[in-house]
T-cell receptor
Framework: DTEVTQTPKHLVMGMTNKKSLKCEQHMGHRAMYWYKQKAKKPPELMFVYSYEKLSINESVPSRFSPECPNSSLLNLHLHALQPEDSALYLC???????????FGPGTRLTVT | EDQVTQSPEALRLQEGESSSLNCSYTVSGLRGLFWYRQDPGKGPEFLFTLYSAGEEKEKERLKATLTKKESFLHITAPKPEDSATYLCAVWRRETSGSRLTFGEGTQLTVNP
């Protein structure tokens, strides 16, 4: 089973709101990722966690705050977002950072 | 800087009309090349990993091949359900982990 789950599926938030995206996997994977994908563009890497520690931050604005509470769970906390942050946010996981990445279904975020 | 170029950007085929998608790349320290399929509004679905020139992988109507500079995804006798965007990604090892660099994708439409 290579299932990564993400909640919520859709999220609409105002620029002053605080919200969180959640990602979960139960495959025993030790690396987890956040990607951002705009329409008709490929996924762009945001963050990489390896063994629950942040290993890559692709110079993402501080209004995006990742958190990895345990090896199965990855959160992305959102605060004071801009309309241009509207996108599909994808979570992925892999056995380790040198293994195949499996993606979740994504959260469609709209910032109004 | 890593570069991944996919062609064509879009491809329309009739059901049963075989064709190939191309992914050309320039990357130092290549660890492997991935092919993913992505349906609209969903996360990428893993198809293949290729690690060395000359390697081939097959799955149903799809066959992926790899040379030192490019990869091909051959689609034999496609069906309408093969319609999707096909993403190629190169995988490079770094000291902080591994990184996927995606191409822009080929949007495939198979008409009945």
């Amino acid at each position: 089973d290579t299932e990564v789950t993400q909640t919520p599926k859709h999220l609409v938030m105002g620029m002053t709101n605080k919200k969180s995206l959640k990602c979960e996997q139960h495959m025993g994977h030790r690396a987890m990722y956040w990607y951002k994908q705009k329409a008709k563009k490929p996924p762009e890497l945001m963050f990489v966690y390896s063994y629950e520690k942040l290993s890559i931050n692709e110079s993402v604005p501080s209004r995006f705050s990742p958190e990895c509470p345990n090896s199965s769970l990855l959160n992305l906390h959102l605060h004071a977002l801009q309309p241009e942050d509207s996108a599909l946010y994808l979570c992925a996981s892999s056995q380790g950072v040198y293994y195949v990445q499996y993606f979740g279904p994504g959260t469609r975020l709209t910032v109004t | 800087e890593d570069q991944v170029t996919q062609s064509p950007e879009a491809l329309r085929l009739q059901e049963g009309e075989s064709s190939s998608l191309n992914c050309s790349y320039t990357v130092s320290g290549l660890r492997g090349l991935f092919w993913y399929r992505q349906d609209p509004g969903k996360g990428p679905e893993f198809l293949f990993t290729l690690y060395s020139a000359g390697e081939e992988k097959e799955k149903e109507r799809l066959k992926a091949t790899l040379t030192k500079k490019e990869s091909f995804l051959h689609i034999t006798a496609p069906k309408p359900e093969d319609s999707a965007t096909y993403l190629c990604a190169v995988w490079r090892r770094e000291t902080s982990g591994s990184r996927l660099t995606f191409g822009e994708g080929t949007q495939l439409t198979v008409n009945p």
